[in-house]
């Protein structure tokens, strides 16, 4: 049960380590703002005594991965303690590449005190303008050799603080007209997904992360990319990274049973399954993936054992409250 829950990264209910439940084994943990005690001065010592609690029960061996979405502006889990901070757009054309790499090592110094070691970001999808679908200002610009420059930046600033970032969403949700989180987008034109592919091109390497979108494409077979194995490590671009789906729960890939899902994301390549919101979607994928044969899990739980091994390790020194009232400061500041 160990070595198969490894694939799961999930997500959790609970605000403390003693109340999440203990069956499952995973490779990876995400936290939400659910997950954070909203007082700015209870809530970060909680949340680092959370994540160390399930770094002493599963990361002993090998570091868990303590995942978390800090891009800042529309999608920050830690608007609750740092306010308002700017979009990804909005940093990169007021101050380029410079700010772009001062927000990464902000958001890496903040992640690091808590104890997170991988943030879910930055997106390179190419900004469009097209409103519903849940992207917006989330993505720095229209022109991908900016986008590259915007999201090469940014790594560099969070990775310098020994927190991993990841690439989303491939091949690129650019273009597309629907929100994935509650249907399959759609891209019919080749030469936008070609387009779209430039900033992967430039950045993704097998120690990376990579998230799939869950959008259909005219190579995809019907499929959603998440799901279909030339769209990940059988891809024709020549692409490498280290690939995670994006959440299983999303409505872009609900039209397949949670059996499929789960066979056809790992027969894909991926090395991680991220299942976020819920415990009855958890026991699903729990359900599919006993199912399998061995040989279908081997590929995935060696992959996640090997990118893990290189994660940065939970300190062992208390948390930090002077350190970290200075930099939500810093963050307040720099936000203004």
């Given at each position: 049960m160990s070595d198969l829950g490894s694939t799961i990264w999930m997500g959790i209910q609970a605000q403390d380590a003693v109340d999440v439940p203990t069956e499952l084994v995973p490779g990876g943990v995400v936290l939400f703002a659910r997950n954070f005690d909203p007082d700015p001065v209870r809530g970060p010592a909680?949340?680092?005594a959370l994540i160390r609690g399930l770094q002493d029960r599963w990361g002993k061996a090998v570091p868990l991965g303590m995942a978390i979405d800090q891009e800042g502006g529309p999608v920050s889990r830690l608007k609750l303690w740092v306010g308002e901070t700017p979009s990804f757009r909005r940093i990169w054309i007021d101050s380029g590449t410079a700010g772009a790499q001062a927000w990464g090592r902000l958001w890496g110094e903040g992640l690091s005190l808590l104890g997170f070691n991988i943030n879910f970001a930055p997106l390179v999808d190419l900004y469009d303008g097209i409103p519903g679908t849940g992207l917006g200002e989330r993505r720095a610009s229209e022109d991908p050799g900016e986008a590259?420059?915007?999201a090469e930046a940014f790594l560099c600033g969070l990775e310098s603080q020994g927190v991993k970032g990841c690439l989303k969403h491939f091949p690129g949700l650019g273009g597309t007209?629907?929100?994935?989180?509650h249907a399959l987008p759609e891209?019919?034109?080749p030469s936008a997904v070609e387009r779209g592919l430039e900033p992967f091109r430039r950045l993704a390497h097998p120690g990376r992360l990579v998230m799939v979108a869950h959008v259909r494409t005219p190579w995809s077979e019907g499929l959603p990319a998440s799901l279909h194995r030339q769209h990940v490590v059988g891809n024709p671009w020549g692409i490498q990274g280290a690939w995670?789906?994006?959440?299983?729960?999303?409505?872009?890939c609900g039209a397949w049973p949670w059996p499929d899902r789960v066979r056809l994301a790992l027969e894909a390549g991926h090395q991680a399954l991220l299942v976020c919101q819920s415990q009855e979607a958890i026991d699903q994928t729990v359900a599919a993936l006993r199912s399998l044969?061995?040989?279908?899990?081997?590929d995935a739980i060696l992959a996640g054992r090997r990118f893990r091994a290189e994660l940065?390790?939970?300190?062992?020194?208390?948390?930090?409250?002077?350190?970290?009232?200075?930099w939500v400061?810093?963050?307040q500041q720099a936000a203004e």
């Open positions: 909680r949340c680092h590259s420059e915007a007209r629907v929100d994935s989180h891209l019919t034109d995670i789906t994006d959440d299983l729960e999303m409505g872009g044969s061995p040989a279908t899990l081997e940065e390790p939970l300190s062992r020194t208390p948390f930090d409250q002077l350190a970290w009232d200075t400061r810093r963050v």
